[in-house]
Nanobody
Protein backbone atom coordinates (compact mmCIF):
# COMPACT_ATOMS: atom_id res chain seq x y z
CA UNK A 1 0.00 0.00 0.00
CA UNK A 2 0.94 3.62 -0.58
CA UNK A 3 -0.08 6.46 1.71
CA UNK A 4 -0.15 10.17 0.90
CA UNK A 5 -0.13 12.85 3.59
CA UNK A 6 -0.74 16.53 2.85
CA UNK A 7 0.25 19.52 4.94
CA UNK A 8 0.37 23.30 4.69
CA UNK A 9 -3.27 24.28 4.43
CA UNK A 10 -4.75 27.12 6.42
CA UNK A 11 -6.52 30.46 6.43
CA UNK A 12 -5.06 33.44 4.57
CA UNK A 13 -6.26 36.78 3.28
CA UNK A 14 -6.67 37.47 -0.42
CA UNK A 15 -3.30 38.15 -1.98
CA UNK A 16 -1.47 35.94 0.47
CA UNK A 17 0.51 32.76 -0.08
CA UNK A 18 0.52 29.16 1.10
CA UNK A 19 2.75 26.21 0.33
CA UNK A 20 1.23 22.74 0.30
CA UNK A 21 3.33 19.61 0.61
CA UNK A 22 2.51 15.95 0.10
CA UNK A 23 4.72 12.98 0.87
CA UNK A 24 4.15 9.43 -0.28
CA UNK A 25 5.19 6.55 1.93
CA UNK A 26 4.75 2.81 2.24
CA UNK A 27 5.75 -0.04 -0.04
CA UNK A 28 6.48 2.09 -3.11
CA UNK A 29 7.97 0.52 -6.20
CA UNK A 30 7.70 3.58 -8.43
CA UNK A 31 5.68 6.77 -8.94
CA UNK A 32 4.70 8.27 -12.27
CA UNK A 33 2.68 11.49 -12.28
CA UNK A 34 1.76 13.38 -9.12
CA UNK A 35 -0.69 16.22 -8.76
CA UNK A 36 -3.02 18.41 -6.80
CA UNK A 37 -6.80 18.52 -7.08
CA UNK A 38 -9.28 20.66 -5.21
CA UNK A 39 -12.96 20.53 -4.39
CA UNK A 40 -15.04 23.49 -3.27
CA UNK A 41 -18.44 23.05 -1.59
CA UNK A 42 -21.08 22.12 -4.14
CA UNK A 43 -18.55 21.71 -6.94
CA UNK A 44 -16.77 18.88 -8.70
CA UNK A 45 -13.23 17.92 -7.87
CA UNK A 46 -10.94 19.57 -10.38
CA UNK A 47 -7.31 19.29 -11.38
CA UNK A 48 -5.19 22.17 -10.15
CA UNK A 49 -1.76 21.05 -11.32
CA UNK A 50 0.09 17.89 -12.23
CA UNK A 51 3.71 16.98 -12.78
CA UNK A 52 5.37 14.01 -14.43
CA UNK A 53 8.33 12.07 -13.13
CA UNK A 54 10.40 14.11 -15.58
CA UNK A 55 9.07 17.33 -13.98
CA UNK A 56 6.88 18.43 -16.87
CA UNK A 57 4.06 20.49 -15.34
CA UNK A 58 0.47 21.20 -16.32
CA UNK A 59 -1.83 23.81 -14.72
CA UNK A 60 -5.46 24.72 -14.70
CA UNK A 61 -6.06 28.03 -16.46
CA UNK A 62 -7.45 29.54 -13.27
CA UNK A 63 -4.16 29.13 -11.40
CA UNK A 64 -1.63 29.54 -14.20
CA UNK A 65 0.92 32.19 -13.32
CA UNK A 66 0.04 32.10 -9.61
CA UNK A 67 0.71 28.50 -8.57
CA UNK A 68 3.86 26.44 -9.05
CA UNK A 69 4.04 22.66 -8.70
CA UNK A 70 7.31 20.88 -8.01
CA UNK A 71 8.49 17.48 -6.86
CA UNK A 72 11.42 15.77 -5.24
CA UNK A 73 11.61 12.24 -6.59
CA UNK A 74 14.17 11.14 -4.03
CA UNK A 75 11.83 12.16 -1.20
CA UNK A 76 8.59 11.09 -2.95
CA UNK A 77 7.25 14.57 -2.32
CA UNK A 78 5.16 16.97 -4.40
CA UNK A 79 4.67 20.63 -3.48
CA UNK A 80 2.31 23.38 -4.53
CA UNK A 81 3.38 26.97 -4.01
CA UNK A 82 0.28 29.17 -4.11
CA UNK A 83 0.73 32.92 -4.51
CA UNK A 84 -1.72 35.78 -5.03
CA UNK A 85 -4.50 33.70 -3.53
CA UNK A 86 -8.10 34.58 -4.29
CA UNK A 87 -11.32 33.72 -2.44
CA UNK A 88 -12.18 31.49 -5.40
CA UNK A 89 -9.22 29.28 -4.44
CA UNK A 90 -10.99 28.24 -1.24
CA UNK A 91 -11.37 24.45 -1.29
CA UNK A 92 -10.11 21.19 0.10
CA UNK A 93 -6.91 20.35 -1.72
CA UNK A 94 -6.07 16.71 -2.40
CA UNK A 95 -2.74 15.24 -3.35
CA UNK A 96 -2.61 12.35 -5.77
CA UNK A 97 0.06 9.98 -7.04
CA UNK A 98 -0.05 7.38 -9.79
CA UNK A 99 2.08 4.79 -8.10
CA UNK A 100 2.95 1.12 -8.16
CA UNK A 101 3.43 -0.63 -4.86
CA UNK A 102 5.87 -3.47 -4.35
CA UNK A 103 2.93 -5.89 -4.06
CA UNK A 104 1.23 -4.96 -7.34
CA UNK A 105 1.96 -5.29 -11.05
CA UNK A 106 -0.16 -2.24 -11.86
CA UNK A 107 -0.18 1.49 -11.21
CA UNK A 108 -3.05 2.89 -9.15
CA UNK A 109 -4.17 6.41 -8.39
CA UNK A 110 -3.67 7.08 -4.69
CA UNK A 111 -5.20 10.02 -2.82
CA UNK A 112 -4.39 11.93 0.31
CA UNK A 113 -7.01 12.86 2.89
CA UNK A 114 -7.07 16.52 1.87
CA UNK A 115 -6.11 19.80 3.47
CA UNK A 116 -8.36 22.84 3.80
CA UNK A 117 -7.36 26.11 2.16
CA UNK A 118 -9.51 29.13 2.99
CA UNK A 119 -8.92 32.55 1.43
CA UNK A 120 -10.81 35.45 2.98
CA UNK A 121 -11.75 38.62 1.11
Amino acid sequence: QVQLVESGGGLVQAGGSLRLSCTASGSIFSINAMGWYRQAPGKQRELVASITSGRSANYADSVKGRFTISRDNAKNTVNLQMNSLKPEDTAVYYCNADARSTTSSYFYRYWGQGTQVTVSS
